[in-house]
């Protein structure tokens, strides 16, 4: 079981680009949430999907967006990239059981210069 | 706002040493607690899970305690070892939403 896996690893981007990050949960789950975690900071959530739909959402800009697919795999899409969005970029999964363990990914390194 | 308060923020322990790392919580409503473990760099892996109903909850060294009425949560670590290096997180999940609050985190450092 390979579990929460995210793509890629370490990137940098230019103010103003979109970048895309993507995730792949672990196997038997089907509920994809996405976490920003500035250094020295707790994770803040930024929206959880189920059933190819965003079912919440935290307090981000529409600059943040995302999708997910039917085989549960998931995208985070951020536009117009500001400094500030520098930060781990952690994928969560867990199954529609809501008192079930949410597993994590490494997360995906993002610094804008 | 639905807060998290982690204390404290950092913590230095010799090697086979006890502690304690405190979370206080205003989410409201209230579905459970968890404790994670982050490693610098990492995902965070999680450590308990606490409902409403459970006072106590352990994992291995892990102990966790919730008191729901004071909204209060601790994590206690017995016989630290050197890999017990790292953020331990507090996440309130808010009934209804199951929206996750996060709080900072504690980053504790095991000398030997």
């Known amino acids: 079981d390979a579990g929460v896996t995210q793509s890629p690893t370490h990137l940098i981007k230019t103010r103003g680009q979109q970048v895309t990050l993507r995730c792949s949960p672990k196997s038997g789950h089907d509920t994809v949430s996405w976490y920003q975690q500035a250094l020295g900071q707790g994770p803040q959530f930024i929206f959880q999907y189920y059933e190819e739909e965003e079912r919440q959402r935290g307090n981000f800009p529409d600059r943040f967006s995302g999708h997910q697919f039917p085989n549960y795999s998931s995208e985070l899409n951020v536009n117009a990239l500001l400094l500030g969005d520098s930060a781990l970029y952690l994928c969560?999964?867990?199954?529609?059981?809501?008192?079930?363990?949410?597993?994590f990914g490494e997360g995906s390194w993002l610094t804008v210069v | 706002k639905n807060q998290v308060e982690q204390s404290p923020q950092s913590l230095i322990i010799l090697e086979r040493k006890n502690c304690t790392l405190q979370c206080n919580y205003t989410v409201s409503p209230f579905s459970n607690l968890r404790w994670y473990k982050q490693d610098t760099g990492r995902g965070p892996v999680s450590l308990t899970i606490?409902?409403?109903?459970?006072n106590t909850k352990s994992n291995g060294r892990y102990t966790a305690t919730l008191d729901a009425d004071t909204k209060q949560s601790s994590l206690h670590i017995t016989a630290s070892q050197l890999s017990d290096s790292a953020s331990y997180i507090c996440v309130v999940i808010t009934g209804g939403s199951y929206i996750p609050t996060f709080g900072r985190g504690t980053s504790l450092i095991v000398h030997p």
């Open positions: 606490m409902t409403f109903s459970e």
């Open positions: 969560a999964s867990s199954d529609a059981g809501l008192g079930n363990t949410i597993y």
